[in-house]
């Protein structure tokens, strides 16, 4: 009988997130040994043909335990989740998704020995009496949106599993994500993804955010660098079970408007705030990350400028 290969499964792995981290993580690892997952094919070329894919809906315990027959899971990402502006949409199902989709993960990584499992936090877990400016590690949470609710409760069950069953469980608590190879996935910071796109497909966009709006924001290449790093850590390291403030920047819609015209000077841009301006301002403008700083190394490579002048270049070739 031939024995089973250690693997890396990723749930989620169609997400702005997944997409990139599936890719990073085969490169390290090989493709064969780094299983994506989601609860459809990817449309992602790359992705769907660079190494194995399997459907899983991971509000189907039974989907997680088949793949036992296929794959000895050594490590989990568990991606999948409904974010802000999508979730207030339905919060009930939102709920069930974040919740019961990381109940079930945490409980086949017990019963299966899965040696380490990764579940990405937010800043939505922060509310309007959290201090905005320099949000400590510790400090007021009151989220006021069921993705921020699922995210405060998840990162309470992560420790809880840690400290009562002694799994290996990390997280970050992302700002917003800023990619160009996948699209935006529902999230109060997508203006900032979109506002790229827009730009050189129509030199203006229209912001659902006003344009003072400062918020957290991070590139991919610094996010999958921040969470690889995590995970490579000694587990003694890894001090904080529920989940760590990470930061790059902070700015404003004027502001990446502004960091755009550098390239595009005739570059313009509208305000019509709508629902997601009422979740934005309940979130920090800047992040504490100390600890992730002291603990594991933590530090990010990209500013605002060299971030835009990365995006656009990336997205003019891929245009062309």
């Not at 997944?18 to 990817?42: C, F, H, M, W």
Request: proline share 6%.
């Amino acid at each position: 009988m031939t024995k089973k290969p250690h693997t890396i499964l990723v749930i989620g792995a169609c997400g702005q997130l997944g997409s990139e981290l599936t890719l990073e993580l085969r490169k390290i690892y090989g493709d064969a040994n780094v299983v994506a997952a989601d609860i459809q094919y990817p449309k992602q070329a790359e992705l769907r043909e660079s190494g194995p894919f399997e459907i899983v809906d991971v509000l189907t315990p039974q989907h997680l335990t088949d793949l036992t027959s296929k794959y000895k899971v050594k490590q989990i990402y568990h991606l999948a989740a409904i974010l802000s502006a999508t979730g207030e949409k339905n919060p009930k199902f939102a709920w069930r998704l974040n919740m019961d989709g990381l109940f079930n993960v945490l409980d086949f990584a017990l019963e299966h020995k899965v040696e380490k499992v990764y579940w990405p936090s937010s800043i939505a877990v922060f509310g309007p009496n959290t201090p905005r400016e320099n949000t400590p590690q510790n400090t007021i949470m009151d989220p006021n949106t069921v993705y921020g609710i699922s995210k405060q409760a998840g990162e309470r069950w992560c420790e809880y599993y840690f400290l009562k069953y002694g799994l290996d469980v990390r997280s970050l608590r992302y700002p917003g994500l800023i990619g160009y190879k996948a699209l935006p996935g529902g999230g109060t910071t997508d203006y900032a993804v979109d506002i790229y796109h827009q730009a050189l497909a129509k030199g203006t966009y229209k912001c659902f955010l006003s344009e003072h709006t400062r918020l957290p924001m991070m590139y991919m290449p610094d996010a999958l660098k921040g969470t690889l790093d995590l995970m490579h850590a000694p587990a003694e390291q890894v001090k904080i079970r529920s989940s760590y403030n990470l930061a790059a920047m902070s700015f404003t819609p004027e502001e990446i408007a502004g960091s755009i015209r550098r390239h595009y000077p005739d570059f313009t841009i509208t305000y019509e705030p709508d629902m997601r301006q009422q979740i934005a301002d309940s979130w920090p403008q800047s992040i504490d990350d100390l600890a992730a700083r002291q603990d594991w190394g933590w530090k990010p490579q990209y500013d605002l400028h060299t971030m835009t002048d990365d995006m656009l270049l990336h997205l003019k070739r891929i245009n062309n």
